[in-house]
């Protein structure tokens, strides 16, 4: 089992960039995937990035290509989202989960869920 904590969310402006960190309890954090979602008020929780075990994959929804890049260092159980460019379309809860599989883009694959961080754009 591993239990996960995100931070790093704000108050930002258009344009601005945020680093969101996912730091894990467990020693063996290094056998699971981790994504990134988010969730809009009112809107379904949507994949946003993913990264394999070791880190040698990474994938991204469309609306996040060439904004953000996720990251890990396992040898200090934390994960990374860098958000540059940021939207007020960008504006949500952010999760991140982790999933017993390799890397998944799929949210009802992932086993272990944070709490979220809220990430809030203004124009």
């Known amino acids: 089992q591993v239990q996960l904590v995100e931070s790093g969310g704000g108050l930002v402006q258009a344009g601005d960039s945020l680093r969101l960190s996912c730091a894990a309890a467990?020693?063996?954090?290094?056998?699971?995937?981790v994504g990134w979602f988010r969730q809009a008020p009112g809107q379904d929780r949507d994949f946003v990035a993913a990264?394999?075990?070791?880190?040698?994959?990474?994938y991204y929804a469309d609306p996040v290509k060439g904004r953000a890049t996720i990251s890990r260092d396992n040898a200090k159980n934390t994960v990374y989202l860098q958000m540059n460019s940021l939207e007020p379309r960008d504006t949500a809860v952010y999760y991140c989960?982790?999933?017993?599989?390799?890397?998944?883009?799929?949210?009802?694959?992932?086993?272990?869920w944070g709490q979220g961080t809220q990430v809030t754009v203004s124009k």
């Open positions: 990264i394999s075990r070791s880190g040698g994959r990474t």
């Open positions: 467990g020693r063996t954090f290094s056998t699971y995937g």
């Open positions: 989960a982790a999933t017993t599989a390799i890397v998944s883009i799929r949210s009802y694959e992932y086993n272990y």
